[in-house]
């Protein structure tokens, strides 16, 4: 006795597919990236021993503005605050699309 298997439209794909079709793929994209970037520029500002009172001041802002900056959660943040705050550390912003 042969049983047919109901093939799920799901298996085979992989999960950008998924997010593709759930309509989500741009907002988690974005969450990603913002999250790697959180990692980055407080991995560098532990490295150099900056807290986040002296990168505001470094950056001519706020605390609430690095506090945003550093929160892997929200997506945003501008590019130029990306860019004053690398400036801030001594490093700088590389931007690029990918295929």
């Known amino acids: 006795m042969t049983t047919k298997?109901?093939?799920h439209?799901?298996?085979?794909?992989?999960?950008?597919?998924?997010?593709?079709?759930?309509?989500?793929?741009?907002e988690a994209t974005a969450?990603?990236?913002?999250?790697?970037?959180?990692?980055?520029?407080?991995?560098?500002?532990?490295s150099a021993g900056v807290s986040q009172a002296e990168m505001a001041r470094r950056?001519?802002?706020?605390r609430a503005v690095v506090r945003r900056l550093l929160d892997d959660s929200d997506p945003s943040v501008t590019l130029a605050t990306i860019s004053r705050a690398a400036l801030a550390l001594g490093k700088q912003v590389r931007l690029k699309l990918a295929a």
């Open 5 to 7: 298997r109901k093939t």
């Open 9 to 26: 439209p799901r298996i085979g794909s992989n999960f950008e597919d998924f997010l593709r079709d759930e309509g989500r793929l741009e």
């Open 31 to 46: 969450v990603a990236i913002k999250r790697v970037l959180a990692w980055e520029i407080q991995r560098a500002m532990d």
């Open 59 to 62: 950056m001519k802002t706020s």
